[in-house]
């Protein structure tokens, strides 16, 4: 059963792969229009973000059994062609939730005990202790939309405080002894914190907007380590502005399809951005909530092992 391996990920994934029989053919850098023109040789292919699985690349892959994704979700796959095509697709949430769950939680108590300010002004020799007054986590109620494997994971880490957690889910019955799943209503007029850990979907792209974040009951702080486009940005900086957003950590950014380079020049940065850039109450990172070493070594040894279980090298 031969396997294109079209990113780089942790040496485990192909030396498993070949101990348990696989071919294994690697192609980091050929354009996607190159690999249309040879997937059809192929029953398997295993991929991070280096492009879309699209319906034209999809119509190349006669063969094509089942898509490998290093990562939790699967939104940068045709996922109803490829089902159509009877192509069995494998995600790995497994792997990086406890990094995420952990990145998380230090987001959020970085914001409240304002860290990313503070370690600025003392390495600048400035020395503020009653305007950098924090704030504490017990007593508070966490909203958490989104509850599988990342939402699962945060409300764990939260077992060590003393704090009301909520989710909501458009699956039922998923709470469990670590949070309460709740109507979205109830969600929206308990929380302090939101926390979002939900898959983009038609449903969640630009779920985040001013209409909703004027419909919680308080001021709230607001956390997204799960999808970029689960927030209106501008519509953020507004709540922000308002004082109805109290700070805001973001793992990820609704501009990730855009290049970076091109967003850090001042003739094209969106005013949203600049001004997420500039606040004392923001934290940004690079879509790193998952992306630890224990978690890279994780996440391919999920995918190894779910593709042993649905195909043994020696079907083929």
């Known amino acids: 059963m031969k396997i294109l391996h ?3 990920n942790h040496p485990t994934l192909l030396e498993q792969l070949n101990a348990a029989g696989f071919e294994n053919h690697e192609d980091y850098t050929s354009s996607k229009i190159e690999i249309e023109k040879i997937i059809h040789n192929y029953d398997g292919i295993i991929i991070r973000s280096r492009f879309s699985i ?8 006669n063969k094509l059994k089942f898509i490998g994704r290093v990562g939790a979700g699967l939104e940068n796959i045709d996922c109803r062609i490829a089902k159509s095509k009877n192509i069995e697709l494998i995600a790995a949430p497994e792997g990086n939730r406890n990094a995420v769950g952990e990145h998380t939680l230090g987001m959020l108590l970085s914001l409240f ?7 600025k002004e003392v390495k600048k020799g400035v ?5 950098n007054r924090g704030v504490e986590l017990d007593g508070k109620t966490i909203g958490i939309i989104g509850y599988g494997n990342m939402g699962k994971s945060f409300a764990k880490k939260l077992r060590g405080f003393d704090v009301e957690v909520l989710c909501y889910d458009i699956k039922p019955s998923v709470g469990d002894e670590n949070c309460k799943q709740v109507s979205l209503g109830e969600l929206k007029e308990k929380a302090d914190v939101l926390s979002l850990h939900a ?6 792209e630009k779920m985040i907007n001013t209409s909703f974040i004027n419909s919680f009951t308080k001021n709230f702080w607001l956390i997204n380590t799960a999808r970029g486009r689960s927030v209106v940005t501008k519509d953020l900086v507004l709540g922000l502005k308002s004082g ?10 609704e501009y990730e399809k855009s290049s970076f380079e091109n967003l850090f020049s001042k003739n094209l940065m969106p005013d949203a951005f600049k001004y997420l850039i500039t606040a004392e109450n923001v ?3 690079p879509h790193v909530g998952g992306w630890t ?3 890279k070594e994780k996440l391919a040894q999920t995918i190894v092992a779910k593709i042993k279980i649905k195909f043994s090298a020696n079907k083929i």
Do not use: C
């Open 6 to 8: 079209l990113d780089t």
């Open 54 to 61: 699209d319906k034209h690349f999809l119509q190349q892959a």
């Open 113 to 119: 005990n304002k860290l990313n300010k503070t370690d």
């Open 127 to 131: 020395w503020l202790r009653e305007e």
């Open 199 to 204: 898959p983009q979907t038609a449903r969640t």
């Open 244 to 253: 109805k957003i109290l700070g805001a950590g973001l793992d990820v950014l």
């Open 283 to 285: 934290l940004l990172s």
């Open 293 to 295: 070493q224990e978690s």
